[in-house]
């Protein structure tokens, strides 16, 4: 079982962050959700709380304990913004 994506993957937000602070996204290309309740900091927790169902995110994502589909966002590399320019 992965622990990590070690690349920034692109992902597409499937409803609003609720109330505990988790999100849960879709990886387009594996056609699989991911359960996102923990952050690499404020910031990004901030941005993707903002953010509308099906806009497009760039992250990198670490599997949060030994939990089944739980994970931490993380910045990917050398970006000011999560959501993709594309």
């Known amino acids: 079982m992965k622990t990590q994506r070690s690349k920034a993957h692109e992902y597409r937000v499937l409803k609003e962050m609720n109330n505990n602070n988790a999100i ?7 056609n699989r959700v991911y359960q996102i309740v923990d952050y690499e ?3 990004i927790r901030d941005e993707l709380a903002t953010l509308d169902p099906g806009k497009l995110v760039s992250l990198k994502l670490d599997r ?6 739980v994970w931490r966002a993380n910045w990917p590399d050398d970006v000011e913004s999560l959501v993709s320019k594309s």
């Open 41 to 43: 900091d404020d910031r």
């Open 24 to 30: 849960n996204v879709i990886a387009p290309s594996a």
């Open 64 to 69: 949060v304990g030994k939990r089944a589909n």
